[in-house]
């Protein structure tokens, strides 16, 4: 069973253009959600994280959009570059229970120059 | 250390055979986790130690793998009898104990066990 949801599989942007990655989930328990950057042969990097009342966070090109209602979450990259190409996972916690934390399957993104 | 260091990077075993895979935390952080990786696939919870309490093992796939951690630094994950399937990347990843509660790991960069 999937706790938490992502798509695309797979990304192909544009240098400049804006890359989006949604997540939804279903547990209500969750109560943080970061996410997760990795690039080959190495392992994944807090990116950025919100909290569920917050509806957005953004840091530089980075945003995250989050509605509590639709259990859904996402990803924009502003003004993708090059080294942006990475894979990308959302991911989702219960803090005040099991502190495990589950991710998305990942979101391989190409930003072509 | 600067970050979490693991070994070995890469493990060839044979079908049957047993392997160990060591992490260094981050030093001074009291949570530490273990994670499997598929290829394509994102990180899969196996077990999670505070200091040298094991409170969630969970995520272990068989009784072939165990994890400990006896002084509350280093651990190490043993997989037994190793099978094709055991193929994949293992993460280690430390945190204090407030990002053990809001999902912020420090991740190594993985032991790759290929099982032939």
């Known amino acids: 069973q999937q706790q938490v949801k992502q798509s695309p599989q797979s990304l192909i942007v544009q240098k400049g253009g804006i890359s989006i990655i949604n997540c939804a989930y279903e547990n209500t328990a969750f109560d943080y959600f970061p996410w997760y950057q990795q690039f080959p042969g190495k392992g994944p990097a807090l990116l950025i994280a919100?909290?569920?009342?917050?509806s957005e966070k953004k840091e530089g090109r980075f945003t995250i959009s989050f509605n509590k209602s639709a259990k859904q979450f996402s990803l924009h990259i502003m003004d993708s570059q090059p080294g942006d190409s990475a894979t990308y996972f959302c991911a989702a916690i219960n803090g005040g229970g099991s502190e495990k934390l589950v991710f998305g399957k990942g979101t391989k993104l190409t930003v072509n120059p | 250390g600067a970050g979490v260091s693991q070994s070995p990077r890469y493990k060839v075993a044979k079908r049957g055979q047993d392997v160990a895979l060591r992490c260094d935390p981050i030093?001074?952080?009291?949570?530490l986790f273990w994670y499997q990786q598929a290829l394509g696939q994102g990180p899969e919870f196996l077990t999670y130690f505070q200091n040298e309490a094991q409170l969630d093992k969970s995520g272990l796939p068989s009784d072939r793998f165990f994890a400990e951690r006896p002084e509350g630094s280093v651990s190490t994950l043993k997989i037994q009898r190793t099978q094709q399937e055991d193929s994949a990347v293992y993460l280690c990843?430390?945190?204090?104990?407030?990002?053990?509660?809001?999902?912020?790991?420090?991740f190594g960069e993985g032991s790759r066990l290929t099982v032939l």
């Open positions: 919100i909290r569920p009342d917050v």
């Open positions: 030093s001074g952080h009291v949570s």
């Open positions: 990843a430390s945190s204090s104990d407030r990002g053990a509660s809001t999902g912020e790991l420090f």
